[in-house]
Nanobody, 120 residues
Framework: QVQLAESGGGLVQAGVSLRLSCAAS????????MGWYRQAPGKQRELVAG???????NYADSVKGRFTISRDNAKNTVDLQMKSLKPEDTAVYYC??????????????WGRGTQVTVSS
């Protein structure tokens, strides 16, 4: 089994920064892509940022230049540094990992989500 634990969400004012963290634990053999998605009320879940094991990144256009994704392969963690937050960034943020477990099965895992609320 693999567990993901997210942290760092909260209520902040527009313009400030916030850092989300996600730590994976359990029977992990290797983690491929790590990423963050978000879902705002009444909207579909969308990709915010993704980071492959070799360091390739992709970002949603709406967050380019403001958000930075990073990972620590030794600690099985992925962070999302968010700067210049806007009210439209308000959403539940989900960590997701594409990984191979020690049982030899590769699949995606999702965290439970952490709420980020940006007030104007």
């Amino acid at each position: 089994q693999v567990q993901l634990a997210e942290s760092g969400g909260g209520l902040v004012q527009a313009g400030v920064s916030l850092r989300l963290s996600c730590a994976a634990s359990g029977n992990i053999l290797i983690i491929y892509t790590m990423g963050w998605y978000r879902q705002a009320p009444g909207k579909q879940r969308e990709l915010v940022a993704g980071l492959t094991r070799d360091g390739s990144t992709n970002y949603a256009d709406s967050v380019k230049g403001r958000f930075t994704i990073s990972r620590d392969n030794a600690k099985n963690t992925v962070d999302l540094q968010m700067k210049s937050l806007k009210p439209e960034d308000t959403a539940v943020y989900y960590c997701t990992l594409d990984l191979m477990g020690t049982e030899g099965v590769r699949r995606d895992y999702w965290g439970r989500g952490t709420q980020v609320t940006v007030s104007s």
